[in-house]
T-cell receptor
Framework: DTEVTQTPKHLVMGMTNKKSLKCEQH?????MYWYKQKAKKPPELMFV???????INESVPSRFSPECPNSSLLNLHLHALQPEDSALYLC??????????FGSGTRLTVV | AQSVTQLDSQVPVFEEAPVELRCNYS??????LFWYVQYPNQGLQLLLK??????LVKGINGFEAEFNKSQTSFHLRKPSVHISDTAEYFC?????????????FGTGTRLQVTL
């Protein structure tokens, strides 16, 4: 299995909703990432987990809450988002020999 | 801090013509370089990577890139493009992929292939 799987593929949520994005990989990678990508822009790093511990938080607002329950799973919990948070959210994992593998993303729309 | 500059925001090219997408990097430590392609409404697909070894790297879909340390460049090339190559291409740099390292992207180059 050489994939990173993200669910759901599309999500529409209201500003008062709570939702979660899910990411899964079974390649044995011990570093996992959340990136945010706005239209016509490059991906921007949000969080990095290394060996299931949060290693990097790029000053992301607290309405985004990451979680790494085990070495294969990465979640991003969303609460009280703003319309400007609408974007493509990409999950990735990495290995020193193979580089970074990205999922196909969750397209989030906040209404 | 590491950074990547993609010199061209858009590159128009005719089908079957050669193409080069330019990428220059800045880093004070060892670098690991990547090219990704993004088709509309999709995630990022790895085209090729330079981690060590030969400076000429061959990737998928007929693409290749050359790591040039003296010119701090990692340009992407394809000898003959197809309509299906129309997409956004991102060059990226990191310090050590296996650790919790930051992968930093360039601003992207839109390759537009026409008949």
């Amino acid at each position: 299995d050489t994939e990173v799987t993200q669910t759901p593929k599309h999500l529409v949520m209201g500003m008062t909703n709570k939702k979660s994005l899910k990411c899964e990989q079974h390649m044995g990678h011990r570093a996992m990432y959340w990136y945010k990508q706005k239209a016509k822009k490059p991906p921007e790093l949000m969080f990095v987990y290394s060996y299931e511990k949060l290693s990097i938080n790029e000053s992301v607002p607290s309405r985004f809450s990451p979680e790494c329950p085990n070495s294969s799973l990465l979640n991003l919990h969303l609460h009280a988002l703003q319309p400007e948070d609408s974007a493509l959210y990409l999950c990735a994992s990495s290995h020193s020999l193979y580089g970074y593998t990205f999922g196909s993303g969750t397209r989030l729309t906040v209404v | 801090a590491q950074s990547v500059t993609q010199l061209d925001s858009q590159v128009p090219v005719f089908e079957e013509a050669p193409v080069e997408l330019r990428c220059n990097y800045s880093s004070s430590v060892s670098v690991y370089l990547f090219w990704y392609v993004q088709y509309p409404n999709q995630g990022l697909q790895l085209l090729l990577k330079y981690l060590s070894g030969s400076t000429l790297v061959k990737g998928i879909n007929g693409f290749e890139a050359e790591f040039n340390k003296s010119q701090t460049s990692f340009h992407l090339r394809k000898p003959s493009v197809h309509i299906s190559d129309t997409a956004e291409y991102f060059c990226a740099v990191s310090d050590l992929p296996g650790t919790a390292s930051k992968l930093t992207f360039g601003t992207g180059t839109r390759l537009q292939v026409t008949l």
